[in-house]
């Protein structure tokens, strides 16, 4: 018997929950892609992206996930050799450095905080050791969507002024655009990287990439361009040359609605609404932590992230019986551990188009596949999570 039906519930961080909206942009015939819709579609995807990274700089449309957006990134401003610095916090920080490894630069790791942020001590010490001003580049992620930790990103542009270091500040906001703030251009980032697929609701398939002036600057002398990731050739007509190649049509018409439905609801909304999920999912872990069976993969507190909760069983052993009860009994996907003792955390998402339902329904059903596992739980975690939310919805609300 299985409780599971109809459409997959995903919990997962990526490829978030489609609205119907977004997958109806896309229930139409094959358009012309020199004149009319697409075009439109790209002006308004590289408008609304540059809104949501809230910066005035160029954005780049690349047809391919997070890891091309790297790979725009590094092949764009970058030659053989040139030495960039890695803070580390889970992974994909740390990846985003094995592709620049792989594509002929010096690559440095700041190790993290054991489960925590990126070490910022470690990281200035580095830098002001720095004398001759080799590091070229810096590579953070916002939100690190393995560990679960949320970076302070203008803390790390606070180090890089206190030590007077010239490095260019790469931010990886993959998994945090769209759902928690970012200031591109108030917090000095010089690149930042998003995809499709997680904050911005669309369909997977789609990465941006926005450089900012000095970002453009090692561009115009990066020795590892080529001809398809090449921005400067991207910057010309015709809307071909965006994309060197055919634009993605159907994927722009999804990406366009799903931005049409961020502005509606409005950023500070969004930012608000993440907030309170992740608290609400957060009071119900710390309620089931209390059983001392799981616990938060994040020490700090503070350092928790608002799109994606990290759990781990606390005797190291498999979270497997847990997802598959989920996944073949319930209907309901969790994300995967990653990284390092993966096998033992399992991860809930509350980022994208999740609403307190969608995340009432997966806490629900988490609880209800610990008790059917005999996994001790000590508390309730669905009644805190409801008076979490019930505490954090303002009162009075100003008319519709
Ligand atoms: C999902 C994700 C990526 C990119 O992953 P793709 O699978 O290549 O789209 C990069 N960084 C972070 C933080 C992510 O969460």
């Not at 453009?216 to 910057?235: I, S, V």
């Not at 049409?260 to 710390?286: D, K, N, P, Y």
Request: charged share 20%; with cysteine; aromatic share 6%.
């Amino acid at each position: 018997m299985a409780f599971g039906c109809g459409v997959e519930a995903l919990a997962i961080p990526g490829p978030t929950p489609l609205p119907d909206r977004v997958v109806r942009a896309m229930c139409r015939p094959s358009t012309d892609i020199y004149d009319g819709v697409s075009v439109k579609a790209t002006e308004a995807v590289l408008t609304g992206v540059a809104r949501v990274f809230r910066t005035e700089s160029p954005v780049y449309i690349q047809i391919a996930n997070g890891h091309g957006g790297w790979e725009s990134a590094l092949s764009n401003v970058f030659s053989r050799g040139e030495r960039v610095l890695v803070l580390e916090s889970g992974n994909y920080a740390v990846n985003w450095g094995r592709m620049a490894e792989a594509m002929g630069l010096a690559v440095e790791v700041v190790p993290g905080q054991p489960r925590g942020p990126v070490d910022l001590d470690a990281f200035e010490d580095r830098l002001r050791a720095d004398r001759e001003g080799a590091i070229k580049a810096v590579i953070v992620v916002q939100i690190d969507t393995a560990s679960g930790v949320a970076n302070d990103i203008p803390a790390v542009r606070a180090v890089l002024d206190r030590a007077g270091h010239g490095a260019l500040l790469f931010v990886d906001a993959v998994a945090s655009l769209g759902c928690v703030p970012f200031e591109m251009d108030a917090w000095g980032v010089d690149l930042a990287v998003g995809a499709s697929q997680k904050g911005l609701m669309a369909p997977p398939g789609l990465a941006y990439v926005a450089a900012g002036p000095r970002a453009l600057a090692a561009h115009a002398e990066a020795g590892l361009r080529t001809r398809y990731w090449d921005w400067t050739l991207r910057d010309a007509e015709p809307h071909y040359a965006k994309y060197c190649g055919t634009p993605p049509t159907h994927l722009l018409f999804a990406q366009a609605e799903a931005l049409a439905m961020l502005f509606e609801e409005g950023l500070a909304a969004i930012f608000a609404r993440h907030t309170a999920l992740a608290q609400a999912t957060r009071a119900a872990i710390a309620a089931w932590a209390e059983g001392c069976a799981l616990e938060f993969f994040i020490r700090d507190a503070a350092c928790r992230s608002d799109t994606v909760s990290t759990v781990m069983l606390s005797d190291g052993s498999s979270s497997e019986p847990l997802r598959t009860l989920c996944r073949q009994r319930y209907g309901l996907v969790l994300g995967v551990g990653q990284g390092e003792t993966a096998e033992a955390k399992f991860r809930i998402a509350h980022m994208g188009h999740c609403s307190a339902p969608m995340l009432m329904g997966t806490l629900g059903t988490v609880q209800s596949a610990l008790e059917h596992l005999g996994l001790p739980f000590g508390r309730d975690g669905v009644a805190a999570a409801a008076s979490a939310l019930a505490e954090r919805l303002p009162t009075e609300t100003a008319p519709a």
